[in-house]
């Protein structure tokens, strides 16, 4: 006897779908509310590296001119914005699974990272952020003077 992982998520998949084809419905094809515009967040990558953090995050479809990133009392927020195609309508699509409209990400950045010279670049839809870290502070001994 094989013990199988049960996931509630692709339970609920499955049995959507089972009831979908009883009733003859098919999703594949149905337009009704698939034009929606909907919030979505890139997916991110960080990487320490020993001078350095590393941020990529995922941006395909998107202009460079509708990204911003900024960096304020030690949070990082990527926002931007992905546009729906202004020449296709509605009812040329059969579905439509890509999500448009705003998207923000925001991070809250060590103390030790200097946040005056975080360097951006965008390349092919993927945004690459090099968050340098502060040099290492050197601690010294104080000397106390008895009066």
């Known amino acids: 006897m094989t013990l199988t992982r049960l996931n509630p998520l692709l339970n609920e998949l499955t049995t959507r779908d089972r009831l979908n084809r009883l009733f003859g419905r098919n999703e594949a094809w149905e337009t009704e509310g698939a034009l929606t515009v909907a919030d979505w967040a890139p997916s991110v990558d960080i990487l320490e590296k020993e001078n350095e953090i590393l941020i990529k995050a995922e941006l395909p479809g998107v202009e460079a001119k509708d990204v911003a990133v900024t960096v ?3 949070v990082l927020t990527i926002r ?3 546009h729906l195609e202004k020449d296709v309508k509605k009812e040329s699509y059969h579905r439509m699974e890509r999500a448009f409209g705003s998207f923000f990400r925001s991070f809250t950045l060590p103390n030790t990272l200097d946040a005056a010279n975080v360097r951006a670049d965008y390349k092919d ?3 690459t952020l090099l968050l340098p870290k502060k040099s290492a502070s050197t601690s010294r001994t104080v000397e106390i003077k008895a009066a």
């Open 125 to 127: 839809g993927l945004l």
């Open 80 to 82: 931007g914005e992905r």
């Open 72 to 74: 304020d009392n030690n």
